[in-house]
């Protein structure tokens, strides 16, 4: 199937900025639950392995496999959130957004990383973060216009 990209105008990309850093801290905070968790789970089978064995509290275990797959949920939970807005995650460890926008009928896109207080770069879309040059009038001009 072929969908269509939505495209954002910065003001648009501007005001999703709190909900998707509330999302993109939640699947942050849930991947970094489920690694301490998965490396718990792999020290226990290395474990089990060099001791040939061993008695296990079978009920703890289960619980904290589901609770590892509860936290790998909410990471891919909050992802395909992200995607259904219609935004691109390109490094989740950075917090890296893209919207693809709509510049002189091409689409480009607008670059945010978590921490930076507003959108002020764009790039290619094979720039690349490496590419990113500061926004112009283009993306402003186009900004008003809508608001007019």
């Not at 496999?65 to 949920?73: G, I, S, V």
Request: glycine share 6%.
């Amino acid at each position: 199937m072929d969908f269509e990209t939505k495209h954002f105008t910065l003001d648009e990309a501007q005001s999703l900025l709190p909900v998707l850093e509330s999302l993109l801290n939640r699947a942050i905070e849930a991947r970094r639950a489920a690694e301490e968790i998965g490396e718990e789970l792999q020290e226990l089978n290395h474990k089990i392995f060099l001791s040939g064995g061993m008695f296990l509290d079978v009920d703890s275990l289960r619980k904290r496999r589901k609770a590892y797959d509860a936290q790998l949920q909410t990471v891919k939970d909050s992802l395909a959130e992200i995607d259904a807005i219609g935004v691109q995650v390109k490094d989740l460890d950075t917090g890296l957004l893209d919207f693809p926008c709509l510049v002189d009928g091409e689409t480009v896109l607008l670059c945010w990383k978590m921490g930076e207080s507003r959108i002020e770069f764009w790039h290619t879309l094979d720039g690349g973060f490496a590419g990113r040059q500061p926004l112009d009038e283009r993306f402003t001009k186009k900004s008003r216009k809508r608001m007019n």
